[in-house]
Nanobody, 119 residues
Framework: QVQLVESGGGLVQPGGSLRLSCAAS????????MGWYRQAPGKQRELVAS???????TYADSVKGRFTISRDNAKNTVYLQMNDLKPEDTAVYHC?????????????WGQGTQVTVSS
């Protein structure tokens, strides 16, 4: 069984920054990709950023140039540096990983961490 522990959410003013972390532990074989989704009240969950072990990254258009995803493969940890935060970034942010074992995989989600951008 794999556990995902997220941290780093909170309340920040517009223009501020936060850094989210998600550490995976347990029955890890190979996790790829690692990423972040978010869900705002009344909206569907959306991909924020995703990072592959080889270094390739994907971002939602709305966060390009403001958010940076990175991962420490040795620690099975993924980070999301969020700069120039806007009120529309307010949401619950969920860590996501795909855990591979042989030719099979399981998709896993963290419990979520609240990010609130407000003055």
């Amino acid at each position: 069984q794999v556990q995902l522990v997220e941290s780093g959410g909170g309340l920040v003013q517009p223009g501020g920054s936060l850094r989210l972390s998600c550490a995976a532990s347990g029955s890890i074989f190979m996790i790829d990709p690692m990423g972040w989704y978010r869900q705002a009240p009344g909206k569907q969950r959306e991909l924020v950023a995703s990072g592959l072990m080889g270094g390739r990254t994907t971002y939602a258009d709305s966060v390009k140039g403001r958010f940076t995803i990175s991962r420490d493969n040795a620690k099975n940890t993924v980070y999301l540096q969020m700069n120039d935060l806007k009120p529309e970034d307010t949401a619950v942010y969920h860590c996501y990983v795909r855990n591979w074992r042989g030719g099979l995989y399981e998709d896993l989600w963290g419990q979520g961490t609240q990010v609130t951008v407000s003055s």
